[in-house]
């Protein structure tokens, strides 16, 4: 399959188009009508600093249903335990900057730069993209981030600082959502990490059936809160 240099007006080619590897197109931007039409296509930017804007949809696709969740003993008792504070969307660039130089401190690559962050922080502020906090003591222990559109949410990147800190975000956050009646959450790529949390590899073909379903839901824009009941109108669009 061919990789497609994308044009300046904000299209895609069909996911299903992709490289044996996801690979899909190059170039574009990182507006947030660019992103947002990608992440409802199946589609999403990965690349390293030196690389222009690519864009992804891989084959097999790495997803978790909620309900799906494993929660093993010694990660029940450490939610049960108050070992840390977990808020949601109270420290969105701390926790996408983290999740960035956390990666180059362990001589990771990062997808996550400079261009990225101001994305994504934009994002944030117009009510798609979240983040959630593990505090210790004050301080900043771990987290995640990612994008919500309908009924799904797209998992992006998480770090830690202290152990286990980025597992309880994870799984309080994916408690939380099933509460709230979300059906799929994006894992894009496989990890043994995740995979042991309960996250599953589906065929691209199920999982863009999956996603156009969620889609469907009305996108629940703004800042969340953790003790938001599960019928609260006020953030979804109509």
Request: include cysteine; charged fraction near 30%; aromatic fraction near 10%.
């Amino acid at each position: 399959m061919p990789v497609f240099r994308l044009p300046q007006d904000i299209r895609f080619p069909p996911p299903q188009l992709a490289r044996e590897d996801g690979l899909l197109a190059v170039d574009g931007d990182l507006s947030t009508e660019r992103l947002l039409l990608a992440y409802r296509m199946g589609i999403f930017p990965w690349f390293s600093e030196e690389d222009p804007l690519l864009w992804w949809s891989p084959d097999p696709r790495l997803v978790l249903f909620p309900k799906d969740l494993k929660v093993s003993r010694r990660l029940a008792r450490l939610l049960q335990s108050r070992k840390f504070t977990v808020t949601i969307d109270t420290a969105f660039e701390a926790v996408i900057t983290a999740c960035a130089r956390t990666r180059l401190e362990n001589d990771e690559p990062t997808w996550i730069d400079e261009r990225m962050i101001a994305a994504y922080s934009r994002l944030h502020r117009e009510g798609y993209a979240h983040s959630v906090e593990a505090w210790q003591e004050g301080r900043l222990a771990g987290g995640l981030y990612g994008v919500s559109l309908g009924n799904c949410f797209f998992g992006e990147s998480m770090f830690t600082r202290v152990s286990n800190a980025s597992k309880v975000s994870f799984a309080t956050l994916v408690q939380w959502l099933q509460r709230q009646g979300f059906e799929l959450i994006d894992c894009q790529v496989s990890t043994a990490h995740l995979k042991s949390l309960g996250a599953v590899e589906i065929p691209r073909s199920w999982f863009l059936a999956l996603l156009e379903k969620a889609l469907k839901a009305p996108d629940r824009r703004g800042r969340w809160r953790f003790d938001e009941p599960q019928e609260e109108e006020d953030n979804r669009d109509r």
